[in-house]
């Protein structure tokens, strides 16, 4: 089974930037891909970035010029780099193994996330 842990988040003012790191262990030859997910308050989870095993990349709209996406393999670990933070950017982040398309469903379980703040 696959199982992750997020890490790297915290405080940060509008415009800074904030790398968060994922990393995975267990069964992963089934993974075709990696994808950062958010959760803010009151609102659904919600996929942010996406990377297949080739490396192929997709963001979502609202992040997209500022979240990029990498993985190095040798360490098993997933990153999200973020740049131009924006107090909407402020959510729970968690990481998880999913499919090759970007409406897969993640594989989960679900790890405890790491809090980004976004606010001066």
Not at 54 to 78: H, L, M, N, P, Q
């Amino acid at each position: 089974q696959l199982q992750v842990q997020e890490s790297g988040g915290g405080l940060v003012q509008p415009g800074g930037s904030l790398t968060l790191s994922c990393v995975t262990s267990g069964t992963l030859f089934n993974i075709n891909a990696m994808g950062w997910y958010r959760q803010a308050p009151g609102k659904e989870r919600e996929l942010v970035a996406h990377m297949t095993v080739d490396g192929i990349t997709k963001y979502a709209d609202s992040v997209k010029g500022r979240f990029t996406i990498s993985r190095e393999r040798d360490k098993d670990t997933t990153y999200l780099q973020m740049n131009s933070l924006k107090s909407e950017d402020t959510a729970v982040y968690y990481c998880n193994g999913t499919g090759s398309a970007w409406d897969s469903q993640p594989f989960g379980p679900w790890g405890q996330g790491t809090q980004v703040t976004v606010s001066s």
